[in-house]
Structures are given as structure tokens and as C-alpha cells.
């Protein structure tokens, strides 16, 4: 059975609604391939501390994360061909800073939303 072979929708204005809500496939891949950059506990970790921080250069990213070196170096390498990281030079030194037009709201309300909704400990607590 294929989707067109349900041509009676049970509530046909809440199809209506999804279809014209639903991203397209593009945009859900664009979407995936985003998330996915997420998925790495260092790259998140990353966002949150250049969120909080403003920028700092890998060292200083290494000792906030705890983390090594060259975790930082590689993870801030992935945020930036995903355009969610910049830098800027100064002398030897690089910083990384979010990129311009980085939804900072979103990283803080909906990620830390998230953690909330998803955390275990919560489900133990409940009656």
C-alpha cells in the first residue's frame, strides 16, 4: 500500500495542516545532517561553551571541556564545514566564536528543553 492508496483521511483539515507545516525532504536532510552535528557530545558541549564564553581558542576549549586537544581541534573543524563555528585570527592565536546568525535562543531553550524532557532520573521520580 502506498501513501496515495489512503485517499480517506480520517480527518482531512489535520492532513491539510501537515501537509502545509511538513518540511520538504531537502530541508529534513539539511535538518538531519544538522542535528547530526549535535549527536557528538564534544561538538555540543562545544556550542554551549562558545554560547556561555563568547569565543575562546582550542586550548582554552580543552580545559573548560576536558577533553584533549585534538577532540576540540577535530570537532571545531566538523562545526565549521557545518557553518556553525567561525574564527578569527589573532597573532598565532585562532578563536572560535558561533557563527553570525547563530540562534542562540534555540541552543539554550529548546536543547536544555530537551535535556529536560529526555532526562532519566525524571522518570524515576514520577509516581
Known amino acids: 500500500m502506498t501513501p496515495r492508496d489512503h485517499d480517506h483521511p480520517v480527518s482531512p483539515e489535520r492532513v491539510s495542516a501537515a501537509r502545509a507545516g511538513v518540511l520538504t525532504a531537502g530541508e529534513a536532510g539539511r535538518l538531519a545532517g544538522l542535528l547530526g552535528m549535535l549527536a557528538d557530545p564534544v561538538r555540543s558541549r562545544i556550542l554551549f561553551a562558545l554560547s556561555a564564553a563568547g569565543e575562546l581558542c582550542v586550548g582554552d576549549l580543552a580545559l573548560a571541556l576536558d577533553v584533549n586537544q585534538d577532540q576540540v581541534s577535530y570537532a571545531l573543524k566538523m562545526l565549521r564545514l557545518a557553518r556553525l563555528a567561525s574564527f578569527r585570527k589573532d597573532g598565532r ?3 572560535y ?3 553570525d546568525g547563530f540562534p542562540h535562543p534555540l541552543l539554550e531553550h529548546c536543547l536544555r528543553q530537551l535535556l529536560t524532557i529526555a532526562n532519566p532520573e525524571a522518570d524515576d521520580a514520577r509516581p
Open 93 to 95: 592565536v585562532v578563536f
Open 97 to 99: 566564536r558561533l557563527s
